[in-house]
């Protein structure tokens, strides 16, 4: 019987969310809840062949991956996983899987922090359910008539610009690569750098992968470009943010207020200086978090192991 291991399972979806019963005769199941450290999570995966890591919720590095030596099929949900390390994968003999995902869930929730921001949603739910008094505390941001500065028009972005244009919003957008004709066809104004968007848009929301060239895009400087009425929000990759230019700013009063679903660390340990911030409203990296999402990460899981069981992998990642 094979050792099939699903990492940092919080809700206890993956035997919820999948037919797993395909397997039954030939893998034998088991759903770590918890997340672990890496040495916790190392010894959790011995005699482990198959394991399904969440996103990248765990790293499976070179490091890593030469201590789980029985591992032979690594699935993670989504097309890509920049915590795994796809070469040292393969040096291995690991086959590396990828599923398919939703393309709403991210976008929906990326458009939900900024209307719960814009509107001070959490901070009137915790005043009503402690009270109410004052029955109101705060005084809400229109959308309408605003200018939504998009950094990053892809697919999440073009959904973002879709929003925006159905709350009567102008729409800004702005990456390395973008042209006029593309940003029209989504309805956005190209932006000549990101600096001009920056400084004119009221809100922003980042949509860009994390590489090199992205790391840090938002630090102090760029903070400091953007209107002191300026919302942010960032449910791409935490390290797209300097966290702590971005908690300066918060605490200052440099830019209004910023809504977060992901972080450099994660989970975010109590105590960390986000925490707690007035103006700052936060979810624990929910972008992908949805029964519908979770139902086609499993479902294609089990469809992945199953190719895999009879030699022919299915979506099959690779360096490069």
Same mark, same amino acid.
């Given at each position: ?9 919080? @809700? ?5 969310? %999948? ?9 034998? #199941? ?9 040495? %916790?999570?190392?010894?959790?995966? @011995?005699? $482990? ?41 393969? $040096? ?65 972005? @073009?959904?973002?610009?879709?929003? %925006? ?7 800004? $957008? ?17 932006? %000549? ?38 919302? #942010? ?15 300066? $700013? ?23 200086? #986000? ?46």
């Amino acid at each position: 019987m094979i050792r099939c291991v699903v990492l940092d399972d919080y @809700q206890d979806a993956a035997r919820r969310m %999948a037919d797993w019963s395909a397997l039954a005769d030939q893998v034998s #199941l088991e759903v770590l809840r918890d997340h672990l450290d890496p040495d %916790a999570m190392a010894e959790a995966l @011995q005699g $482990a062949a198959v394991v399904v890591a969440m996103r990248e919720r765990s790293r499976f590095d070179a490091a890593t991956l030469a201590r789980l030596p029985a591992l032979r099929l690594l699935v993670t949900t989504g097309m890509r996983n920049a915590a795994i390390d796809l070469a040292a994968a393969g $040096a291995q003999g690991v086959v590396v899987c990828g599923t398919g995902s939703a393309g709403a869930p991210t976008p929906e929730l990326a458009w939900g922090l900024l209307m719960a921001l814009a509107r001070s949603i959490p901070r009137e739910d915790a005043n009503f359910h402690a009270g109410g008094t004052p029955w109101q505390s705060s005084l809400g941001i229109d959308l309408a008539g605003k200018t939504l500065g998009i950094v990053g028009l892809g697919k999440v972005g @073009q959904r973002m610009a879709r929003y %925006a244009a159905a709350f009567e919003m102008r729409v800004l $957008a702005w990456s390395r690569n973008l042209t006029d004709a593309h940003a029209a066809a989504h309805g956005a104004e190209r932006a %000549a750098s990101l600096d001009e968007l920056l400084r004119r848009a009221d809100m922003v929301t980042l949509h860009m992968v994390l590489g090199p060239e992205t790391h840090g895009l938002i630090g102090a400087r760029e903070l400091g470009l953007m209107q002191p009425t300026a919302l #942010l929000v960032n449910t791409s990759r935490g390290p797209l943010v300097d966290w702590r230019a971005l908690a300066e $700013a918060l605490r200052s009063g440099r830019i209004a207020g910023a809504a977060l679903d992901v972080f450099d660390e994660e989970p975010l340990p109590p105590g960390h200086p #986000l925490r707690g911030l007035p103006n700052l409203v936060a979810t624990p990296h929910l972008g992908y978090v949805s029964e519908a999402n979770y139902r086609r990460f499993f479902a294609d899981a089990v469809e992945d192991i199953a190719a895999w069981l009879q030699g022919a992998p299915l979506r099959v990642l690779s360096p490069g």
